[in-house]
C-alpha cells in the first residue's frame, strides 16, 4: 500500500513540469523514483542528468553544475558545459540537494528563476529548458530553521513532495523484492 501512493503521486505528477522533491532515507530508491517520473514524462526522449551532490567535492560542484570557460581556473584547458545544459530538454536531478553549500543554494536559486545560466569564467548567459527532481534525507524543515537552507529555495523545490517508505515499514515487499534480484542475478549468469 505505501508504494502504491509512491506509484500513484509517480503518475500524477509525471506529465506536469512541476518541480518534485523526493524524500526518504539513504538506500530506498529515490533516484529509480525521479528515473520512473522522467521516464513517464513528456521529456522522456530528453536526457536524464543525475548530479549526488555529496560525491562532488565543494570547489569542484559549482564547475560541475554551471561549466566553465577556458582558462576559469587552474587546470580549466577547455570550455565545459555543465549539468545545467546538458539537461537541457530533459531532466536534471540532484541528490542529496541539502548538502550544498549556501552561496552554491543561491545561485541554484537564481537558475531556477532565471532559466539561464552563465559557465565560470564566462559572460554570456545560455538560456536551459530542465525539469529539477531533487532529493534528500535530510530533515530540510529543520535544516531551514537552523539557516543551513535557504527558506526560498525550500519551497522553490517543495513544489511536489513524494515521501519514500524504507523497507521496514513496507514488509510485504520484501519477497516481491527478493524474487526480483534472484531473477535478474539468474539472468546475469545465464541461469
Do not use: W
Not at 74 to 86: I, L, M, N, Q
Request: charged share 30%.
Amino acid at each position: 500500500e505505501p508504494m502504491m501512493e509512491v506509484f500513484g503521486a509517480i503518475r500524477k505528477v509525471a506529465d506536469s513540469s512541476a518541480t518534485v522533491s523526493i524524500r526518504g532515507e539513504s538506500g530506498t530508491g529515490k533516484e529509480l523514483v525521479a528515473r520512473a517520473i522522467h521516464h513517464n514524462s513528456q521529456r522522456r526522449d530528453g536526457p536524464f542528468v543525475g548530479v549526488s551532490c555529496t560525491a562532488l567535492p565543494e570547489n569542484l560542484i559549482e564547475a560541475e553544475l554551471f561549466g566553465h570557460e577556458k582558462g576559469a581556473f587552474t587546470g580549466a584547458v577547455g570550455a565545459v558545459e555543465g549539468r545545467f545544459e546538458r539537461a537541457h530538454g530533459g531532466t536534471l536531478f540532484l541528490d542529496e540537494i541539502g548538502t550544498l553549500s549556501l552561496a552554491l543554494q543561491a545561485k541554484l536559486l537564481r537558475v531556477l528563476e532565471e532559466r539561464e545560466v552563465t559557465r565560470l569564467g564566462g559572460t554570456k548567459s545560455t538560456k536551459v529548458d530542465f525539469r529539477l527532481i531533487t532529493a534528500t534525507n535530510e530533515d530540510l524543515e529543520q535544516a531551514t530553521a537552523q539557516h543551513r537552507f535557504r527558506e526560498d529555495l525550500y519551497y522553490r523545490i517543495q513544489v511536489v513532495p513524494i515521501h519514500l517508505p524504507p523497507l521496514r515499514e513496507r514488509r510485504e515487499d520484501i519477497p516481491i523484492l527478493i524474487e526480483h534480484f534472484i531473477r535478474r542475478f539468474c539472468e546475469d549468469q545465464g541461469i
